[in-house]
C-alpha cells in the first residue's frame, strides 16, 4: 500500500488564507472567489478580442499588459493554494489544480512559442467555481448524475457504436454498388459510407446524393432508418439518468478539507472521504 503525501501544519497566516481562498461560504472567501471569476472573465475577453484582427492591431500594447497582469495574479494564486494546504501535492493533481496549472502555462509558453498564448481560453473552464460561489451545487449534483449516467451505460453504448459502425459500412458498400457506375460523387467505398454516415445521423450536408430511383429509395429508407437508431442511446443514458436520480441522498456538507479541499462530504462526516483527514468547521 503507497504512502500518503506528507502532512504539514499550518501557521496562523496560512490558516487566515486558506479560509479566504478555500471556504467559499465564509463572507471574506466569497468576496475572493467573486475577484477570482472577475479576473478569469476578463481574461477570457481579452483572449476573444485579440482575435480581431482590427482592435488586436489597434490595443495590442494594452491587451498583452492586461494579459501578464492577470497572468502574475493567477499565478500568486495558484502558488498560494500551494502553501496553504496540508497536502499540497493532492491539490496540484486534483482537477482544480490541474486546470489552475493550465490556466497559468499558456502565457509563458507564449515567450517561447509564438500563438501558445491564445491556450489561454482554456481559463474558461475556472469559471466552473461559479457553481460553489453562488450556492448552485444542486446544478453540479445533477451534471454528476448525468456523467455517472455515462459511465453506467459506457457497455451498451460502445455496444451500440459498433453496430452502427458495421450498419454503416455495409449501407456505404450498397450505395456504392447502386450507384457507383452512373453517379460520379459515389466514385468509391469510402465516400459511400461518408454519406452513410451524414444520412443515417440526419445531418444532410446535401454534397453528395442519389441519382438512381432505387438510390434514392434507399437513401429514403436509411433516413427514416437515421430517426429510429438516434433514439436508442437517448434511451440507454435517460435511463440510466432515472435510475442514478432515483437514488435519494442526504444533504451535503460544505466544509472543505484543508488536506485536499475536497468538498463532497456528508453531512454527519468527520473525516474525508477522499485523503482520509479530519474535517474542520468553518
Known sequence: MADKPPVRELGPLQEK?????????????????????????????????????????????????????????????????????????????????????????????????AGSQNLIIIRA??????????????????????????KSSRLKIEIFIYFVSVLVVIIGCIMYLVEGGTNPEFDSIPRSVYWAIVTLTTVGYGDISPDTNIGQFFAAVVMILGYAIIAVPTGIVSAEFIRADGKVQGPKRVDECDSCTWEDHDQKALYCKFCGDQIRSS
Open 125 to 150: 473552464l475556472r469559471l466552473l467555481r461559479a457553481f460553489r460561489i453562488f450556492r448552485l451545487a444542486g446544478y453540479m449534483k445533477q451534471g454528476q448524475n448525468i456523467v455517472n449516467a455515462l
Open 17 to 113: 488564507l486558506f479560509k479566504i481562498i478555500f471556504h467559499h461560504n465564509t463572507p471574506a472567501g466569497k468576496r475572493f472567489d467573486i475577484i477570482l471569476l472577475i479576473a478569469i472573465l476578463l481574461s477570457v475577453i481579452v483572449v476573444m478580442l485579440e482575435s480581431v484582427r482590427s482592435l488586436y492591431d489597434r490595443y495590442h500594447f494594452f491587451f498583452y499588459t492586461i494579459e501578464w497582469i492577470l497572468t502574475i495574479f493567477f499565478t500568486i494564486e495558484y502558488i498560494l493554494r500551494l502553501w496553504i494546504t496540508r497536502r499540497p501535492i493532492r491539490y496540484a493533481t486534483s482537477s482544480w489544480g490541474i486546470i489552475d496549472l493550465l490556466a497559468i502555462i499558456p502565457t509563458y509558453l507564449s515567450i517561447f512559442i
